[in-house]
């Protein structure tokens, strides 16, 4: 008999991933899996078990909580040269990486994806020695969405994101940013430079709308250093899904970005805080097998 791990957040959701634990248990039962359950009490306790899912040779590992959840399980899951297939069951604020794959947000259909799922390889980043799903974010505005509490994301959700980040707007702290990327450069002042995987971003699935998960780039977005009443006209850009045709606005694709800066910058990692400038940020091309849903199930 095959044998899957569920590692399951217990506080996600407002805890509301218990209320759902019981189905997940059915259903793997369903696909004749021998079911090992962890339940994750502190942090990277999701990547112990996902290394240890690894190590035992287990053939599906599901994440059951939300993106810090999740990004536990890849970091244990990346450097293991045995991989099982990931499942994703998401219960947290904003879920990008489970957006991006069409998983549905509604937990019970989620569950019920995973009788008919498909093994796709999909990338994932990796930002000096860390790994990342989702985005890599730098400048002031970034850095501010480091002060949105729990209780802001759970009453506003990915909302909450952009109110604390354009908060700073007035300010307009730009710094000087070296780039260079695949063999090419970028020397400019910037307020924001993002870098990122997915279509879906803080929520918003429309940042970078041709990235594909397993296209083996980052979609790099360079915001300028413009006047304040340009900023509307980039945001407008943002909502539309066209920010890389903005005037105001350097767009490239990578597969390795180097980044450097006058200003002692902390890159913004999946809405976390991560390292300081300087940073090496690289694709790993369809480096995880993930359970996404197939055709006839996408929303």
């Known amino acids: 008999m095959q044998k899957a791990m569920l590692i399951l957040n217990p506080s996600s959701g407002k805890e509301e991933a218990l209320d759902h634990k ?4 059915e259903v793997l039962k369903e696909m004749n899996y021998d079911i090992t359950l962890k339940e994750t009490e502190k942090e990277n306790d999701a990547t112990q078990f996902a290394e240890e899912a690894c190590h035992e040779r287990y053939d599906l590992v599901v994440s059951m909580g ?3 959840t999740l990004n536990e399980t890849i970091t244990g899951l990346a450097k293991q040269e045995y991989q099982p297939a990931l499942g994703i069951v998401p219960f947290g604020t904003v879920n990008d990486f489970a957006r991006a794959l069409n998983i549905s947000m509604d937990p019970e259909e989620a569950i019920r994806q995973l009788k008919t799922a498909e093994t796709k390889r999909v990338d994932i980043g990796r930002i000096n020695d860390r790994y990342f799903m989702n985005i890599i974010a730098l400048g002031g505005i970034a850095e501010a969405t480091f002060g949105v509490s729990v209780e802001q994301k759970t009453k506003l959700g990915p909302l909450a994101y952009m109110i604390e980040g354009f908060k700073t707007i007035r300010e307009k702290e730009p710094f000087e940013a070296d780039i260079t990327h695949d063999g090419q450069k970028w020397e400019g002042n910037a307020l924001l430079f993002l870098m990122a995987l997915t279509n879906s971003v803080g929520g918003f699935e429309k ?13 790099c977005f360079v915001i300028k250093d413009v006047p304040l009443y340009k900023l509307v006209s980039i945001m407008t850009a943002l909502l539309k899904g066209e ?27 999946d809405g976390d805080e991560g390292a300081h400038v ?15 849903p197939s055709d006839d199930q996408k929303e």
């Open 66 to 68: 939300g993106d810090g």
């Open 278 to 292: 300087p940073l090496t940020v690289e694709v790993l091309s369809r480096h995880i097998p993930i359970l996404c």
């Open 22 to 25: 019981e189905s997940v248990l």
């Open 243 to 269: 920010l890389e045709e903005d005037e105001n606005v350097a767009y490239f694709k990578a597969k390795e970005v180097h980044v450097n800066s006058d200003k002692d910058l902390i890159s913004n990692v």
């Open 207 to 219: 940042l970078a709308p041709d990235a594909e998960v397993n296209d083996g780039h980052l979609h």
